[in-house]
């Protein structure tokens, strides 16, 4: 495939991604979005010149603040609307020789502010990576028995914030917290000591299910509209103190940053990938069939203010050891509902080697063994004025998709 649209070879948004998102424009004009390249192409423009008629979309569900109403219309719509969006771009098109709706709806990345994609009505944070489960067990609590006896019976998860999810290059405050310091007899409220980020993905549901209705892991995947990256900032000192015994509370819930492109199952597709085997079997209804994993390289990198970026991990999601159908698929068997927009993170996805640790905590063992960075410092863990970027692409076969990135930057404490 060859597009009118010029980009780079490595770009993360070639012709075959075609990912959506929602972005403000310089005339403060908000639509729902596409991109190719650094052309970032006004959705709702098209539409209004008649190139979704073929469609049935009702209204222009791309003149909207989120993506919420398009993905709602199922993928027996969003599917072929994102083909069409393809065949729109390619060379020879109907698009490519019609200047004036170009001028109105292409826009350089440059010149657009790029939004939450979503509303999210709810998110959930699964705990899915047996490599990062098992180094935070060894250190957490025994590193003799570092899982615990339900890990590899079902994919483990809490419900986390919704509200504090944001946009990347959206800064973070340092949360202040209640912390025990080590042979101390009470605790202590500060800034946190041990500011962390966690190496995640996370996956979107374009559908509400009734109270009550389950998912199975062959129909979950008509559920799932596409992934972001997902940064799911943590605070290793109140998280240490706080977490017994109903889990994580005030450590995650202060912010948590995700890329702003969707990129869709349908562009993933190419990249699926076996995941590892499941021993002891599962229950019955956490079994799937086919390649449920996707082959996606992440990164992780810190850039000091005024600094130079220093990757810090390189992993990938192919490592999950609960997919995503199974975690659609648990989340559903009590007959809880899904609803259009609901956010799903993987859980910090952590390889076996030391440099593919997706979090400071295991990167640095607990801070027993600093980073050290190209100016000369060292970081047991995120300190203020700190970007941490997370980056994620699949190729294969000369064909590349990505997700761009999620940034942050963490700032001093709020007073
Ligand atoms: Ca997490």
């Known amino acids: 495939m060859k597009s009118f649209i010029e980009y780079e070879e490595n770009s993360d948004f070639s012709i075959y991604n075609i990912p959506f998102g929602v972005g403000i424009f310089s005339d403060d004009e908000i639509a729902c979005v596409t991109r190719i390249g650094d052309t970032v192409i006004n959705l709702a423009v098209l539409y209004d010149q008649g190139y979704f008629d073929e469609f049935n979309l009702g209204e222009n569900v791309f003149e909207a603040f989120t993506l919420n109403e398009f993905i709602s219309l199922g993928k027996s719509v969003t599917v072929p609307v994102r083909e069409h969006i393809q065949k729109l771009l390619l060379e020879g098109s109907e698009l490519s020789k019609d200047e004036e709706t170009q001028l109105e709806a292409f826009h350089n990345i440059e010149k657009v502010s790029m939004q939450l994609p979503v509303h999210v009505p709810n998110y959930t944070d699964f705990y899915s990576s047996i490599e990062h489960a098992t180094n935070v067990g060894k250190m957490f609590r025994d590193p003799d028995n570092a899982l615990l006896p339900n890990w590899k019976h079902l994919p483990v998860g809490y419900h986390g914030r919704a509200s504090s999810i944001v946009v990347s290059g959206t800064p973070i405050y340092r949360p ?27 996956f979107i549901t374009n559908s509400y299910t009734d109270l009550g209705e389950t998912i199975s892991t062959t129909e979950a995947e008509d559920h799932i509209f596409g992934m972001v990256l997902f940064n799911d900032w943590s605070a290793r000192d109140v998280q240490k103190w706080e977490y017994v015994p109903l889990g994580p509370f005030l450590a995650k819930n202060f912010g948590s940053s995700i890329s702003p492109w969707i990129v869709t199952l349908e562009a993933l597709d190419p990249f699926r990938v076996n995941g590892p085997e499941q021993e002891p079997e599962v229950l019955p209804y956490l079994k799937y069939e086919g390649k449920k994993n996707f082959d996606i390289h992440l990164q992780t990198l810190i850039q000091p203010e005024n600094g130079e970026e220093n990757l810090i991990c390189t992993s990938n999601f192919k490592y999950m050891y609960w997919n995503m159908a199974q975690q659609l698929a648990h989340h559903t068997v009590n007959g809880c509902n899904l609803e259009v927009g609901d956010m799903y993170a993987s859980g910090t996805i952590s390889g076996k080697t030391e440099d593919s640790f997706g979090s400071m905590l295991e990167l640095t063992w607990s801070g027993s063994k600093p980073l050290k960075l190209n100016d000369g410092s060292e970081r047991k863990f995120i300190e203020d004025n700190d970007t941490v970027i997370m980056r994620g692409w699949c190729e294969k076969d000369g064909i590349r998709i990505g997700f761009g990135e999620v940034s942050g930057k963490i700032l001093p404490a709020k007073d």
């Open 176 to 202: 202040k917290g209640q912390t025990m310091p080590p042979n101390a007899d009470k605790p202590v409220f500060g800034p946190s000591q041990r500011l962390d980020f966690e190496l995640e993905m996370a």
